[in-house]
């Protein structure tokens, strides 16, 4: 199994600690959201919460194949508000996801390490379902 570089390793922690605070945020927007439509996004922030768990793990599990420690830290979580201010925060963090993504989809590349190249698009693919699906409630509200 072939080390992954500091460069690498801290991208996926970084990569890491934004999914473990993702999974926190929208979990506590499940627990408190509230108001007229609130049952369909509640179950929006659980369905994200449960992806955004799935993500870390992935990443947690192949830092460790590659070499690293995975990290504990976690990334800052956005809470209170109603549902639409939570939904901004939520496509905001999502699109700066995406961005951390493309990025670690090159470095990945850039060292020639396909597997993480594999997972990294894979969430990016995930994160951008995400982000429209944000979008596209943002919209309706």
Known sequence: MPKASKEL???MNDA??????????YLWQHVMARGLQSPAIADLFKETSMVEM???YK???RIHLVGGTPTTAIGPIKV???LKRMLEEDLAAEKIAVKMYQDL?????AEGDVVTVRLAEDILRETEEHEHRLAAVLEKA
């Not at 890491?16 to 945020?25: A, K, N, P, V, Y």
């Not at 989809?105 to 590349?109: F, M």
């Open 54 to 56: 799935d993500h870390a």
């Open 16 to 25: 890491l600690s934004e999914e473990l605070s993702s999974t926190i945020q």
């Open 80 to 82: 209170g508000g109603d």
């Open 105 to 109: 989809v090159k470095l990945a590349r």
């Open 59 to 61: 990443i947690a599990e």
């Open 9 to 11: 390793l801290d991208a």
